[in-house]
């Protein structure tokens, strides 16, 4: 080794021994990075403060001058020092304990779509390179993040000009997925061709069905051109390429041109220029927002079907002084009748003030799911706290539930007295459970063949019945009584409530056909045997339909207000409880009707309560004076079973009434007939 060479190792030392001087004081700075990610989130400040920024690099400018280093070289060092402690301080701020640098990412197409541009800049400004996992639709997006093959899923969900993707609202009332941020993406179309192709030679032109609504001026202005339908704005410009045939033309991005080495024929072809496509961001689970940070929350929710219902939910933003700041309307799928409202609104749905506002908000609603709490980029002061008011009972209603429970049970809550003072009146048809008039429900045990259940209907229609009821799956002692008809079954009780203008109730059995019941059944059964599967109450608590919830046979009542939170818990509102006799040492009827469930439910709870006797009595003889009882002491609904020939039924024939001993129990207790 000559000197030389020993200098030179000598000096590579020094070096080495100054980079890791250097390595760890940006160690160090990146510490003091995330301290103040922390006093910035206490202090409710943004994570960017692009002035002290620009003073920074000033500043190290100068002070290079000093060391006569390079001032090229100090704003590249520093920009790139700077942005990294932005990156770091937003995921300290929002990401948690965020490890790696890039993200796998769900979106509908191939890269260098609109959504893989968009999830690009919302977490490039995050930090985060993004991994695109492709997806052909936005349902199977979805599906990659719940099967875990992606962190997240970014899909668009509006436009300025082509209006709501109505998919995507659809499948995030669906998914389990929360929504964990959005980003309004600017949409740049442009007309791209092969090298060398004139706007004036093409005679086609591949489009997104979106892009055809976005650009249909110029499309309409273009002569002797084809528009062809493409399911991907991407993929139609690498389609041109493919083709290599001059007289086809895609509309793309400019990104898209410069990856499949396509030329812009046309820069502006959208019917605005200033088009903004709105995605939103999904992920497994919420991403909790630091205090601090202004955030934005979406819900979906369901109100009543009468006027002044959605007045009378919005109210509750206008008193907890929250900003609303979006509202959409979308019919529910299957059930297109019915309209679903989507909110966005300034909050935190962990936040307190926010989180009772969306208690309030139960108070008022049918459904409701919190579809996810995400940072927003407007500043606003948080909302103050609301208050909550209880109104004594009036007339009979004070006679039969004489005293309102409103202190806190522990097992229960959002059914309590106490979250809300007011009867829950459950809407099905036109019935409505909760208020003074009795709602009388009637119809076989089971389903058995369609002469059987339409000749029940009618009976239930013209004594002034207002639900039909009818089993379809029937949760049977032994397994060799007949089950049901299942859903063959189901659709002879629609077709029959159809025909005579009533809704139909019927027992789900199992979380996976809850799905296929809510698309028929007005009202979905949880049966006694039922009453405390917890899966099957939380799918039933995921739908839109009413719940009637049955009472366990050897239950209490705070096991039933238990179970009923749990369908609460999931965002559904509207459960109805039914007594339906227990278990006691007695043995002269099949269970013993506990008559004093209602008024011990009504003081409890807000929930409608109605009573079943042929359950409890099991003969029938019995139902007509337990149905009277029932009536007195302050129920809101009768359910009873019904058969034109009770004799022969395949299921509770000796407790079924016959059609002409309904129509004298309906006299009996004063339900005016059918007009
Ligand atoms: C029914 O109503 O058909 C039924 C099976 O009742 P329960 O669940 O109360 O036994
Ligand atoms: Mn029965």
């Given at each position: ?36 990610a922390h006093?910035k989130g206490r202090a409710r400040r943004p994570s960017r ?40 301080q937003q995921?300290a701020l929002g990401r948690g ?25 919302f977490?490039?400004a995050r ?25 997240a899923?970014?899909?668009?969900i509006e ?10 609202y659809?499948?995030l009332l669906?998914s389990?997925l929360a929504l964990v941020g959005d980003i309004k ?93 709105r995605f939103v961001v999904v992920a497994?689970k919420p991403i909790p927002i630091p205090e601090g940070v202004p955030a934005k929350t979406s819900v979906v929710m369901g109100v ?6 959605l007045m009378d939910a919005l109210s509750v933003f206008n008193e907890s002084e929250i900003q609303l700041v979006k509202l959409e309307s ?10 679903l409202f989507y909110l966005d609104f300034e909050g935190d749905a962990a936040d307190p003030a926010t989180a009772s506002a969306l208690d309030e908000l139960t108070r008022h609603v049918r459904f409701l799911k919190v579809l996810g709490s995400y940072p927003s980029r407007d500043l606003r002061e948080a909302p103050s706290a609301d208050r909550a008011t ?23 809550r959002l059914?309590?007295?106490?979250h809300k ?147 609460l818990h999931e965002g559904?509102q ?102």
């Open positions: 080794m000559t000197d030389n060479d020993r200098d030179i190792t000598q000096i590579r030392s020094d070096i080495d021994r100054v980079d890791a001087e250097i390595m760890r004081l940006l160690a160090e700075r990146r510490g003091h990075s995330v301290r103040i006093e403060d692009q002035i002290r920024e620009e003073d920074l690099i000033a500043d190290r400018i100068t002070v290079g001058h000093d060391h006569d280093l390079d001032s090229g070289l100090i704003v590249k060092l520093w920009r790139a020092i700077v942005n990294d402690s932005v990156r770091v995921e304990e965020a490890d790696a640098d890039t993200i796998t990412v769900a979106i509908q197409g191939i890269e260098g779509s609109y959504s893989h541009l968009a999830s690009q800049q977490f490039g930090g985060l390179e993004v991994e695109a996992v492709q997806a052909p639709t936005f349902a199977k997006a979805f599906e990659a993040v719940r099967a875990g093959a992606a962190e899923a970014v899909l668009p436009n300025t000009t082509s209006g709501a993707i109505s998919e995507v659809d499948l669906d389990p993406f600017r949409v740049r179309h442009r007309l791209l061709g092969l090298e060398g192709a004139s706007l004036s030679g093409i005679r086609k032109v591949y489009c997104h069905p979106q892009a055809i609504a976005q650009c249909s001026e110029f499309l309409a202005s273009l002569r002797d051109c084809e528009v062809v339908h493409f399911s991907d704005t991407a993929l139609s410009g690498k389609q041109i390429t493919d083709l290599g045939d001059p007289s086809v033309a895609a509309i793309a991005s400019e990104d898209a041109a410069r990856m499949f080495g396509l030329s812009v024929l046309k820069a502006q072809v959208a019917n605005r220029a200033e088009n903004y496509t497994a009543g079907n009468h006027p002044g219902a979308r019919p529910i799928p299957h059930n297109p009748q019915e309209e209880a109104t004594a009972p009036t007339g009979r209603e004070k006679l039969i539930a004489p005293k309102h429970r409103t202190d806190s049970p522990s097992g229960y059914g309590s007295r106490g003072a007011a009867n829950t009146v459950v809407e099905a048809g036109a019935a409505r459970l909760g208020e003074d008039d009795l709602v009388m429900m009637a119809g076989p045990c089971a389903v058995e063949t369609w002469d059987q259940v339409l000749d029940a209907a009618r009976a239930v229609r013209d004594a002034g019945g207002a639900v039909l009821r009818g089993g379809c799956f029937k949760p049977r002692t032994s397994p060799y009584s007949f089950q049901g008809l299942g859903f063959e079954g189901l659709d002879m009780l629609a077709e029959a409530g159809k025909t005579f203008g009533l809704p139909i109730v019927t027992e789900v059995l199992s979380p996976e056909d809850v799905e296929g019941v809510a698309r028929k059944a007005d009202v979905l059964q949880i049966g006694a045997r039922n009453m405390q599967n917890f899966t099957l109450l939380s799918a039933v608590g995921r739908t839109h339909r009413p719940v009637l919830l049955k009472r366990g046979m050897s239950s209490s009542l705070d096991e039933l207000l238990q179970a009923a939170e749990y369908i559904n509207q459960v109805i409880l039914c007594e339906r006799g227990i278990r006691t040492f007695e043995t002269s009827t099949r269970n013993t009707l506990d008559l004093s469930a209602v008024p011990v439910l009504r003081s409890r709870t807000h929930l409608p309560v109605i009573v079943d006797p042929s359950h409890a009595a099991g003969q029938r003889d019995l139902v007509a004076p337990l149905a009277l009882a029932a009536q007195a002491i302050g129920a809101h609904g009768i359910m009873v079973e019904i058969h034109p020939d009770p004799d022969n039924a395949l299921s509770d024939g000796p407790q079924s009434l016959t059609l002409e001993q309904f129509s004298e129990l309906t006299a009996a207790l004063g339900i005016p007939r059918a007009r």
